[in-house]
Every structure is written in structure tokens, then in C-alpha cells.
């Protein structure tokens, strides 16, 4: 089995409620991931593809996005764990705690709720190699 990353979504946006509650969740989840928050503004904030503003944005025009799924690479289970504890401690909801899950063998993950209900997953998918740690676009 292969599976392929980072080569069909250029961005998300979610539209929140409340970006400051929003923006402690995400900027403590990435923290553990090692992605840095790449921008930000007083209706915004991005890292690498996923773009969260606040209803009143630009972008937005009003309107709150639905609920989602989200699940972010994680390097390893032990990554998988702090994610959990972090997204916790920063206002998320337990939604699934780190385990293995029966999607294939060595799938293990963890499930979070953020603060406007989005379903927020970090997974392990077992040891493997990769091809690239990341992908460069230049222009």
C-alpha cells in the first residue's frame, strides 16, 4: 500500500467564531507538529496550507464554514500523544484518545473538537520512508 501527501489540497479556511480561542488551539497543536504559525492579522491566521479567519473577514463575508474533518501528519505516536495533551490544555474537547484504529494496521490517531466543533485528527500511519519531508514550490 502507498499513500500519497500533500499533492491535492493547496488550502482549507475555516471561518470561526471566536479567532483568539481559535488561534491558541491551532498555534498550540502546531507547536507539537513543528509548523510554524506563518502569518496572522487581526481577522486571520495561517500555517502552511491551512488559512482560519474570523467571520467579519474579508475572505469570509459572514458566514461560519460547517463542521469539518481535519487530520494533520504526525511523525510519530509519541507526536500523536502530545498533540492530544496540547489540544486538550488549549480548550479542545476529547473526541477519540491516542490509539490504534482499524483502518490499516499501524493507523494510530487521536481525535480532538475545537472550539467551533470541528473534528481535528493527528495520525501516525507506522513507520515508513518518505520521499521528500516537504514539497518547495518556487516561483
Given at each position: ?72 501528519q ?32 499501524g ?11 470541528n ?21
Amino acid at each position: 500500500m502507498e499513500l500519497y501527501r500533500g499533492r491535492l489540497i493547496d488550502h482549507l479556511q475555516l471561518v470561526v467564531r471566536d479567532l483568539q480561542a481559535s488561534r491558541r488551539f491551532y498555534g498550540a497543536l502546531f507547536e507539537v507538529l513543528g509548523i510554524p504559525i506563518g502569518g496572522e492579522a487581526e481577522d486571520y491566521f495561517w500555517a502552511d496550507e491551512l488559512f482560519v479567519s474570523s467571520a467579519d473577514s474579508r475572505a469570509a463575508r459572514g458566514v461560519l464554514t460547517g463542521r469539518h474533518h481535519l487530520a494533520f501528519q504526525a511523525r510519530d505516536r509519541a507526536m500523536v500523544d502530545a498533540f492530544y495533551q496540547a489540544g486538550l490544555a488549549a480548550g479542545g474537547k476529547d473526541n477519540g484518545a491516542p490509539g490504534e484504529r482499524p483502518y490499516h494496521p499501524g493507523y494510530y490517531a487521536c481525535f480532538l473538537l475545537d472550539p467551533d466543533g470541528n473534528n481535528i485528527e493527528a495520525v501516525f500511519h507506522g513507520e515508513a520512508r518518505r520521499s521528500a519531508a516537504a514539497v518547495v514550490v518556487s516561483f
